[in-house]
């Protein structure tokens, strides 16, 4: 039976010479081809000797570091799944995480092990390690004595190899199953799609608890045997200044605002780069004209989810056009209906549908929301609003889902209004999406008080911080005495928006 372990296609592309350099950081430590296979059968070695059963999650929540992508492949390495957590979540948001999908081991940083471990062994977790971006932590400490052989785990396409969690416009964040099928055969279409050639080289600058820099920009490399140039953090001036020695790179939208006020990026720093990608939001077209004429390069604009991973490119060698998302890759199929189900025609705007190899198995232990987000005929409703161009360009014009894309974060009003309304002498809030220069938009809050109760708009974000992720602290509160609403009683968000809309439109310094 062949091998469909998606961390035996990632390793058959490592180059002949396993001693050249699969990794350098940008502390200067440089990691070999060998390295990785060693390291990743160690860590492999170590899940194994705690004789989890078959599909155990193993959950993350650490700092990006080249450890921590160890530990990633070697949960595929070993046949587990992985399940990556933001380093922003906080007690309450990783107590849902690990209640939903209790994992049998948890690694978490050292200063985190306190209240982390006492969350995960509420939820039954046997094992649980820490990880810091420093090469320390228990993990490392017992991997070290773990044998650097190791047997990839027999997998099929279809079996589990990560969740993702992703929240709802109601109720609680859901978990993507993702298989190894769906994510190889991702790979090997973006690697076909996106010309990855010998030689190239990966600036790696987005954090690796989501789609964009686990799969794609990982995946994209690995399966091209490249080199990565490992950013634990994204620094502008730093990725301009490797940028000679790169050929590759990958972010959202707020990256590449913030390369462009680098002074020193300008057509000699990108020579001899080959490929920019960008995702996760829309780009702006200001920022795709900037990037053409200060780098001369065009910037290739993508589409994708967590629960589908890439589905549209624009593409490498024909016209990328800025304010598009391309063109569905090879293998998904895509179609705008409207509520009712009928196909829509050229430019005419309605839900956009999917279906392919790259579609995930269903929301974690949810087969009702599973069934609610496909079709009769099995396609996945993906929530966003879009058409297709008579030259068969796919426009994402807004979203059917009520969610804020934040720095490439998404920030869903439901959850954070939910934490807002919990709070003393809250009557009612709404949280919307205004512009804004770097993050391309951000999370406004619209607080009514109890009657006979007075409101700090200060008080309230500071409750939010101790409750929340960072990214989804709205950045503006207002306490107002009532929402606006239409005859239906429904709160008109739109006119929320269009009066806040100016309030972070200024360029930052
Ligand atoms: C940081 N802050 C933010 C965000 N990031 N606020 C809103 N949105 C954000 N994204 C705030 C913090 O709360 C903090 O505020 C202040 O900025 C500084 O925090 P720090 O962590 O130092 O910020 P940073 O290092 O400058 O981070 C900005 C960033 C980061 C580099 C743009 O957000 C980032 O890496 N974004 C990429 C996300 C990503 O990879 N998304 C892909 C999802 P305060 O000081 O008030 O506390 S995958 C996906 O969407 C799909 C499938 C796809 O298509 O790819
Ligand atoms: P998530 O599944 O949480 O990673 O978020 C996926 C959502 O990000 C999609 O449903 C889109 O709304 C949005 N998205 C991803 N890439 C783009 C893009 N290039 N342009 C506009 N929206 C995007």
Redesign the pocket.
């Known amino acids: 039976m062949k091998n469909e372990n998606l961390f035996a296609a990632l390793r058959a592309a490592f180059p002949a010479d396993l001693t050249a350099i699969a990794v350098e950081t940008d502390t200067g430590l440089n990691y070999s081809w060998l390295d990785l296979e060693r390291a990743t059968a160690m860590l492999a070695n170590l899940l194994v000797s705690l004789k989890l059963p078959a599909g155990s999650r193993i959950a993350v929540q650490v700092e990006k570091s080249v450890e921590a992508m160890l530990l990633y492949l070697a949960t595929l390495r070993a046949g587990y799944v992985f399940l990556p957590l933001n380093t922003a979540y906080q007690s309450a948001e990783i107590e849902y995480f690990i209640g939903n999908a209790e994992p049998a081991v948890v690694v978490c940083s050292k200063k985190n092990f306190g209240w982390v471990s006492k969350i995960a062994f509420k939820a039954g977790t046997q094992n649980v390690f820490t990880l810091d971006d420093d090469r320390t932590g228990s993990l490392l400490d017992r991997a070290t004595h773990c044998s650097d052989k190791h047997t990839v785990a027999l997998m099929q396409a279809d079996d589990l190899a990560a969740i993702l969690y992703t929240s709802g416009t109601t109720g609680r964040s859901k978990g993507a199953m993702l298989s190894h099928g769906n994510m190889l055969s991702n790979a090997l279409v973006l690697k076909d799609y996106w010309g990855w050639k010998p030689g190239d080289v990966l600036i790696h600058a987005?954090?690796i608890f989501?789609?964009?820099?686990l799969f794609?920009a990982l995946h994209g490399a690995l399966i091209n045997g490249s080199k990565m140039m490992w950013c634990a953090?994204?620094d502008p001036k730093f990725v301009v200044g490797k940028m000679p020695e790169a050929t590759v790179f990958m972010g959202?939208p707020?990256?590449y605002v913030r390369l462009l006020n680098e002074p020193e990026l300008d057509k000699k720093a990108v020579r001899n780069m080959r490929l920019f990608v960008a995702?996760?939001a829309p780009l702006l077209i200001e920022t795709f004209n900037d990037w053409q004429q200060k780098t001369g390069h065009t910037i290739l604009e993508r589409?994708?989810?967590?629960e589908t991973a890439m589905l549209t490119s624009n593409p490498y060698k024909g016209e990328r056009r800025g304010g598009t998302v391309g063109f569905a890759l090879p293998g998904v199929s895509l179609r705008v209906q409207d509520d009712d189900g009928k196909l829509l025609a050229v430019d005419e705007i309605g839900g956009i549908q999917v279906k392919g190899p790259n579609i995930f198995k269903g929301y974690w232990r949810m087969p009702e929301k599973t069934k609610e987000e496909f079709t009769a005929d099995g396609f996945f409703k993906t929530g966003d609003v879009g058409k297709i161009d008579k030259r068969g360009y796919i426009i994402i014009v807004g979203r059917s889902k009520d969610l804020i894309i934040?720095?490439?974060?998404?920030v869903y009003p439901a959850e954070i209004e939910g934490y807002i309304n919990d709070l003393p002498g809250v009557a009612e809030s709404a949280l919307v999406g205004v512009p804004h220069s770097d993050?391309g938009e951000?999370g406004v809050a619209v607080v009514v008080a109890k009657p006979g109760v007075i409101l700090q708009a200060d008080a309230i974000v500071a409750a939010l911080k101790s409750k929340l992720a960072?990214?989804k602290?709205p950045k503006m509160c207002f306490v107002v005495p009532e929402l606006p609403r239409n005859t239906m009683g429904k709160v008109q968000k739109n006119l929320l928006r269009e009066q806040h809309k100016m309030l972070f439109s200024v360029t930052p310094a």
């Open positions: 987005l954090p989501h789609v964009h820099g794609v953090r994204f959202v707020t990256l995702g996760s589409y994708g989810m967590c934040s720095g490439g974060y998404n993050f951000v960072n990214f602290i």
